[in-house]
C-alpha cells in the first residue's frame, strides 16, 4: 500500500468540471436560502415532513440536498489535488488553518448575518462549521495509506447510523463532544446556547472519501468518467437497495402513499440531520454523476458555473448578506404578509427570486475569480 503523500496526482491547473459542479450546488444552495428567507411566515421544523408540506415545496428542498454532501466530497478531492501540487505537509497545514478560519467564521460573521446579533440567544453551528471540522479532521487523516484513508471514509458514511442508539442528555458524560459529532443538540454557552445543526462525524468521512478520489484526476479523462459512472452506479446502487429493505441506513422509514408521487417523496425522504447511510448514498452517486457529465461537457458550456464555483466561500458570505438586506429593504417598503414578514406565493417564486439574485451575485463571483488570479497575498486562497 502507498501512502496518500506519494498517490495524489500532479495535476497543476484548476479542473473546470470540479469548480462547475461546486458552482451547481452553490446556487441550489442559493435557492434553499430564499426558501429560508422568503417562507419565513411558514417556516417548518422540518421542510421534509411530509405531513405538514406541500410536495411542491418537498421537491424545492430536495434538491438541496446535493449541496452539502456534494461540496464535502469536493472539498476532500481538492485537497488531494492541492497536495499533489504542494506536498502533503503543505495540504495538511492549508487545511488546519482554512478550517480554523471556518470555524471563526461560522460563529461570527455567518452567524450575524442569519440572526443580527453577534452573541444570538441561539448560536446556529451550520454547515460552515462542519465543513471547518471536516477539514481539520482531514488535516490529521491524509497521511493515512489511501486504502486505510478509503477504508476510514466508508466505515464513517455507511456505519455511523450504528450509533443512533447511543443518545445523551444534558449533563452526561461526552454529552459536548457527542452532540458535535452525531447527536444534535444545545450546547450551554455564557450568553445562551449553541446549536449543533450539522452533527459532524458523517461529514468527516465524506471529505476523506473525496481525498481518496484524488489519483483518479492523473488518470486518463475517459478512464476517469468510467470510474467516476461505475462508483456512481454501485453508491445509487447500494441507496435502492438499502432504502427498498427499509432497515438500516435510514431512521425514517418509507411507505405507500396515495399517489405515485407521494410514494417517490416518502422514499426519499433522507435523514440529513446526521446525514444518514442512504442520505450520502444518494446524494454522492448522483454527483459523481454529474462530475463525470461534467468532466464530458464542452468547457464553453461550464464557464458561468465555474465563475461561482471558483470562490464558493466569498459567494457564500456575500449571499447571505443579499438575502438580509433584500429582506429588511421589502419589509421597510411594506412588501409583507400579515405576519410581517416577506411571504413568497409559491415555490416557483422561490426559483424566480433566486435566478434573478444569481445575476449580482454572478457579477461579483467574476470579480473575485479575477482578484485571486491577480493576486497573490495568501488570504485570497481561502475565498
Known sequence: MTSASTSTPTTAPRIGAIDALRGLVMLLMLVDHVRETVFLHAQLRDPMDLAV????????????????????????????????????????????????????????????????????????????????????????????????????????????????????????????????????????????????????????????????LGPWFALDPDARRRRLLALGAAALAGFLVLRGLDGYGEPVPWQAGPTIGATVLSFLNLTKYPPSACFLLLTLGLGLWLLALFEALPAARLAWLRVFGGTPLFFYVVHLWLLRGLHHLALALGFAGMSGRVEAGSPAQLWLIAALLSLPLYGACRWMVGLKRRGRHPVLSYL
Open 53 to 212: 408540506t406541500a410536495p411542491d415545496l418537498v421537491a424545492t428542498r430536495l434538491t438541496s440536498h446535493l449541496c452539502a454532501p456534494v461540496f464535502l466530497l469536493l472539498t476532500g478531492l481538492s485537497a488531494c489535488l492541492y497536495a499533489g501540487k504542494h506536498g502533503t505537509g503543505a495540504a495538511s497545514r492549508f487545511l488546519l488553518t482554512r478550517g480554523l478560519f471556518l470555524i471563526g467564521l461560522e460563529v461570527t460573521l455567518v452567524n450575524l448575518a442569519w440572526t443580527g446579533r453577534l452573541l444570538p440567544p441561539v448560536l446556529y453551528l451550520q454547515v460552515i462549521w462542519a465543513i471547518g471540522l471536516s477539514m481539520v479532521a482531514l488535516a490529521g487523516l491524509l497521511r493515512l495509506p489511501r486504502p486505510a484513508l478509503a477504508a476510514v471514509a466508508l466505515v464513517i458514511m455507511l456505519g455511523h447510523n450504528l450509533l443512533d442508539g447511543i443518545v445523551l442528555a444534558p449533563g452526561q458524560a461526552g454529552y459536548v463532544p457527542w452532540s458535535i459529532l452525531h447527536q444534535r443538540g444545545l450546547i450551554d454557552l455564557p450568553w445562551g446556547v449553541a446549536r449543533t445543526s450539522y452533527p459532524v462525524l458523517p461529514w468527516i468521512g465524506v471529505a476523506a472519501a473525496g481525498y481518496a
